[in-house]
């Protein structure tokens, strides 16, 4: 949506009102209108995945990639602590 804003020297000065210029601004760049549809998330995989969707608003698939990614970066860790204690 454009507004006009009117000159603010125009407005100092106190000249007529039809001989202020006006300069188009915009506003409520990159928003809806709508409010009906909640926000999309980009899809969550094994790969990029970085934890910033709630648990609440994933889909089974991508509770699966979650629960995939963390149980290997767990296992990761798991062996890497088991490796290092193990050694002499």
Not at 13 to 18: D, E, M, N
Not at 61 to 75: D, I, L, P, W
């Amino acid at each position: 949506m454009l507004q006009l804003a009117p000159a603010r020297w125009a407005r100092q000065s106190g000249r007529c009102a039809s001989s202020i210029r006006t300069y188009a601004s915009q506003t409520g760049l990159g928003t809806t209108t709508s409010s009906t549809t909640p926000p999309k998330h980009k899809r969550v995989t094994v790969f990029n995945d970085d934890g910033r969707v709630q648990w609440g608003n994933l889909t089974a698939t991508e509770k699966v990639a979650r629960t995939t990614q963390q149980g290997f970066n767990f296992t990761l860790i798991a062996g890497g602590a088991a490796l290092t204690v193990g050694l002499p």
